[in-house]
Structure formats: C-alpha cells, structure tokens
C-alpha cells in the first residue's frame, strides 16, 4: 500500500512537469528552440497567482486564470522581442539569449519581489480521500493536479488533431518553408505556441506551489531544468512524449526518495534519463531522424 | 495563335544577386491565363531560382512581378499564395508524418474561418466549416485518384503518388497559377504519359495557367503551348515547342558547340 501510494504522489509530481515539459516540447517542434526561460516564466505565473490571492484576495480561480493570462503575454512579448529577431540567426544564439531571458526573469524577480521565499498560501481543501478502509489516501491536491494534467494534454491533443491553427502548427513543425508556401502565417502560429505553452505553465506552478508551498524568484529553475528533461526523456517535440516523460520522471523521483536515498533523487533521475538517451536515442516516443537519400 | 488572351504574370527585367554572384538577369516572360508554359534550361541556369522569386521565398534585386495585373513588390510568401500563386518542390516536401487527407486540408487553411474560441466550443460554424473543407478535400483527392488513399500517412505513399498528393496540395489553395519544379522527375514514361494528362485535365478542369520546370523534353513538348528558355540567369529564348525545338542557340546550350 505504500508503494501506491508513492506512486500517486509520483503521478502528481510528475502531473505538474508533464505540464511544464508540454511547453517545453511544443516550442522545440514549432520554432526548433529550447526555450530555456520557459521555467521562470512559470515562476513569474506563480508570483502573479500569489498576489492575486494573497494581496487581492481574489477567488482561487479566478486568481489562476488571471496568471494564465500574465504567462500567455509574457511568452508571447518575450518571444516577439528576444527570440523573434534571431529567427535567421544560429541556433546557439537563441540558445544563449534564451539563457539570458531566464537571469532577466530571475533578477527582475528578485528586484521587484525581493528574494526572499514567501509561502504561498493553500487553495485547495486540505482533505482526503481514503480507499481500501483507509490504508490509502489520496489527498484532494493530488486528485486535482493529476486531473488538471489529464485534462490539459485531452484539450491540447484535441486542438492539435482537430483545428484548423493545430493542423498549421503541424505542419510548421515539418516544414516551415513549405507552410508559408500554403498561406500558413508562420510568425503567428510561432506565437500562439508561445502562448498556450506559457499560459500551461502559469497552472503548473500553481499546481506546483500549491504541493510545496514556498515561493521565490529561483522557483523555476529546479521544475523547469527536470521538465525539460522530461521532455527530452519521452522524445522532445512530441506531445505524448513530454506527458509520458513528465509523469514517468515524476514517478522515479518520489521512488528514489522513498527507497533509496532523499539526496541522491535528481541523481537517480538524470542517471535514468542518459541510461534511456544511450539506449534510445530519440527519446521514448521520438521520430527516428531519418534522412532520405 | 488565335485569339490574344490576358496575362496573368508579367514579369520584366527580373534578376538577383547572391552576394556578389548574378544567379538570374534580365528576366521576362509572360505567361497566360489558362496556358501550359514551360521553363527549361540547362542544369544551374536558375530556374528554380525564378520559381522561388514568383512565389517570394526570395525577394528580386531588380525587377518587376505583375500578377494579375497588381504589383507583387510588396507582397510577401503568404500574400501570394493568397493572391493565387501555388507551387510543388523539385524534391517533394509534403508534410510526410501527416495523412494524405490532412496535407490537402492544410492547403486549405485560408479558407477556414473560424476562430480558436468556435473551435474549442465545437460550434455550427467550426462544424460546418470542418465538413464543408473535408468534403473539398476529399473531392480534390479524388481528382488526383488518391481519395481511396486518405488516411495514409503521406510519407509512406509510393514515390508517383507522393507527386501528384503535391499537385492536389498546391490546389487546395485555389491558385489562378500553379507553377509545378521538374513534376516528372524520377518518373518513368508511364507515369509521365499519365502525369501529362492530369495537368491537362488540371488546366481544364480549373481554369488556371500552369507554368512548369522540367528536363522531360517528351512531357514539355507535349504539353507546353510556349517555351522560355534559360541559360546562365539570362533569358535564352521564347517561343512555341517547335520554334524552341529549331532554335540554334537552344542547341547549342543544350548539347555545347
């Protein structure tokens, strides 16, 4: 029972990376960059949803919608002013302003919110559910965040395989030149994916810090750091893969802390993501790169 | 020739630099509305050069594009495919990890006007519009004898199929110009008989002008109504199949002195 346990707590953990490793993903298969700000953008999300709660008292709700829309704009602002003007430039120059983007976030938010931690306050009933006559509970947190997650990767799948801006953003992924040859606005579909992977980060860390409830500026480094693995670990550009890897990653955490040893679980973790990489190295669920002669 | 039909692109003095080096110089050519025009030329002399200056994927030095009658100078990728320019690769880039049926729907993108709020509520308008682009699409594959083909994933249909699924992609975008590279490229005389009926029965069927790159000098004679010749960036020579085929200056590029 106990290791049921550790594994829904798992599942929960790895819920809030599959969410901030979708973004990940999706900004890699669109625009071919490692948006390496991604993580601080979601701790911005959080500072946002903080205030709303704490200093606004605002309605739980309404206070995440209200950093979904802060991260949307902000990804799309950061993207239409660092990462857009380098789109002929080498990949490595987006890499390091990507890198630059993040110590901007990070010392902006160290500037304006001072650098020490806050707690963030509880959103979510602090009860149980209790199956098999209480020898296993699952806390309503946990339900929900995992619910949260099944139901951002359903809403993403959908929109993906169903609309007409998801079959662009498919189409730009394989081939951006012959998309813009099919009418396809490439600038945009780049900024509508910067939004909704921005805007899915905002829940990620509220989700996040509504788990372990200390907020700071260096928030998202950790969770942003393991969801981009977690992405490269299910095949990085791919939607199932960041879920699969999220959970997964999320999974062999919380088990490497609960059987072998709490310091040494991101070892354990990084360990099993180069294991997979030597193996596979596409990832778990990544296209072979294959090139026609 | 009988009656004088309008163009639907001019094109004067068009050329381009890359960096120091002149790929094209001197370009002009027309070509009418409902017409089979061809552009032929040794390898390198930049053909595919001026096929990517007609669609913006480069922007001219010099130069002037008039398509149907409206200054292209400012018009970017985008603008012309709406405009009504569409084109294939002389090496297929279809969208390969994509069914058949969604590379055509993706053709039609431009038609689809709903927005990201109708989608995710699934309203009439998102459904109608989803059903009315599927039936078109579907009916554009069936022109091109691949509906039977649908859901396969583009990247596995054989090698001819994959050519034609590029042409019936081109046309999902409802161009008044279809410029197709070197169509006929790694078919055999079959499937280029077969080839040459289906832009004919394209032209017809649609009634837009196609302009073609092709080195299959039984598919350009066959089917081209005129003949632009380029040799070295710089316009050779214009003129029907036979006056191309009797040109000495055409012989002489082709077969060297």
Known sequence: ???????????????????IALGYTMVYGIAKMLNFAHGDIMMVGAFVAFFALNSFGLPVVVSVILSMLATTCLGVVIERL???????????????????????????AQLLWSSSTKVFPSIIASGSLRLFGG??????LTLVTITACI????????????????????ACSEDKGAATLMGINVNRIISITFAIGSGIAALAAVLLCATYPTLSP??????????????????????????????????????????????????????????????KPTGLLGKKLSEKV | MSEKKTPVLEVRDLGIDFGGLTAVNDFNMDVYEEEIAGLIGPNGAGKTTVFNMLTKVYQPSRGTIHFLGQDTAKMSVVDMNRAGIARTFQNIRLFSNMSVLDNVRIGMHNKITYNELEAVFRLPKYRQQE???????????????????????????????????????????????????????????????????????????FRIAVLLIEHDMRLVMG???????????????????????????VIKAYLGE
């Open chain 1, 135 to 140: 020898a296993l509970s699952i806390s309503y």
């Open chain 1, 218 to 279: 260096t928030l998202g480094s950790m969770p942003g750091i393991k969801a981009f693995t977690a992405a490269v670990f299910g095949g990085i550009g791919s939607i199932p893969g960041a879920f699969l890897g999220g959970l997964m990653l999320g999974v062999i955490e919380i088990l490497a802390k609960a059987y072998v040893s709490t310091q040494l679980s991101d070892a354990i973790v990084f360990a099993v993501l180069i294991i997979v990489l030597l193996i």
């Open chain 1, 82 to 108: 660092a990462y857009k003007p380098l789109r002929q430039a080498s990949s490595l120059s987006v890499l390091i302003t990507a890198i630059g983007v993040s110590y901007f976030l990070q010392n902006g």
């Open chain 1, 1 to 19: 029972m106990a290791f049921l346990s550790y594994l829904i707590n798992g599942l929960s953990l790895g819920s809030v990376y599959a969410i």
């Open chain 2, 131 to 205: 059903q009315a682009v599927e039936e078109e699409a579907m009916e554009l594959l069936k022109i091109f004898d691949l509906d039977k083909d649908a859901s396969l994933i583009a990247g596995n249909l054989p090698y001819g199929a994959q050519r034609r699924l590029e042409i019936a992609r081109a046309m999902a975008t409802n161009p008044k110009l279809l410029l197709l590279d070197e169509p006929a490229a790694g078919m055999n005389p079959q499937e280029t008989e077969d080839l040459m009926k289906m832009i004919r029965f394209v032209r017809d069927h």
């Open chain 1, 151 to 170: 139901a951002v990767m359903v809403c993403l799948t959908l929109f993906i395989n169903k609309t007409k801006t998801g079959m662009a953003m498919r």
């Open chain 2, 223 to 249: 089917i081209c109504e005129r003949i632009t010749v380029l040799n070295y960036g710089m316009m050779l020579a214009e003129g029907t199949p036979a006056e191309i085929q009797a040109n000495p200056q």
